[in-house]
């Protein structure tokens, strides 16, 4: 099993800043993609970053240039950083990731709890 702890939510004036972590633990042999999803109060949970383990990212149009997505693999920790929110940014940030759980290279999506996001206008 693999649990994924994220933290760094909070409430936030717009235009600030905010850092969210993701960490990783239990039993795998490796992570390959991480990202962000978030979702906002009665819409669908959305797409908001990746990264794979070679550094690689993607990120969705709404918040390209204000958040970066990066991570540690020695810590097996991802962060997002978010800048210059704005209250539509306001959600449940979830990480996910794809790890490898055996030697069989068997692969399982695994979901953080969730951190709340709040931008105040």
């Known amino acids: 099993q693999v649990q994924l702890v994220e933290s760094g939510g909070g409430l936030v004036q717009a235009g600030g800043s905010l850092r969210l972590s993701c960490a990783a633990s239990g039993s795998f042999f490796s992570i390959n993609n991480m990202g962000w999803y978030r979702q906002a109060l009665g819409n669908q949970r959305d797409f908001v970053a990746s990264?794979?383990?070679?550094?690689?990212?993607t990120y969705a149009d709404s918040v390209k240039d204000r958040f970066t997505i990066s991570r540690d693999n020695a810590k097996n920790t991802m962060y997002l950083q978010l800048n210059s929110l704005k209250p539509e940014d306001t959600a449940v940030y979830y990480c996910?990731?794809?790890?490898?759980?055996?030697?069989?290279?068997?692969?399982?999506?695994?979901w953080g709890q969730g951190t709340q996001v709040t931008v105040s206008s």
């Open positions: 990264i794979a383990s070679s550094g690689s990212t």
């Open positions: 996910v990731a794809n790890a490898v759980i055996n030697k069989m290279d068997v692969t399982r999506r695994y």
